[in-house]
């Protein structure tokens, strides 16, 4: 079992930075592809990165496309998440999320139903 915990969510102006951490914890939570999701409220929740288990590939969602760089420990079970230059429609609940499979791997997931474990949510509010 894995256990995700995000933090580092709050209430930010247009234009801002802010940066989101999740810290994985539990048995075999290394190396795990990782990503984050959000749901922006009465939407469905969507992939906004993904990484694979090596951390050597990436998928980056196109409305973040330039927005957003990311940092993943396969041997600390950590992905950060930095956003910049926030609008108010990147306003939603962020989620980290990890699969259980390809280990190690080269390949990113960004499906939401490929992922086993989740992380409560952390909100993200960026006013005009």
């Known amino acids: 079992q894995v256990q995700l915990v995000e933090s580092g969510g709050g209430s930010v102006q247009a234009g801002d930075s802010l940066s989101l951490s999740c810290a994985a914890s539990g048995h075999a939570a290394n190396y795990l592809p990782m990503g984050w999701f959000r749901q922006p409220p009465g939407k469905e929740r969507e992939v906004v990165v993904a990484v694979s288990g090596s951390a050597q590939e990436t998928y980056y969602a196109d409305f973040v496309q330039g927005r957003i760089t990311i940092s993943k420990d396969g041997a600390k079970n950590t992905l950060e998440l930095h956003m910049y230059d926030l609008r108010p429609e990147d306003t939603a609940v962020y989620y980290c999320?990890?699969?259980?499979?390809?280990?190690?791997?080269?390949?990113?997931?960004?499906?939401?139903?490929?992922?086993?474990?989740w992380g409560q949510g952390t909100q993200v509010t960026v006013s005009s």
């Open positions: 999320a990890a699969a259980g499979v390809y280990r190690g791997g080269y390949m990113y997931l960004i499906r939401r139903e490929d992922y086993d474990y």
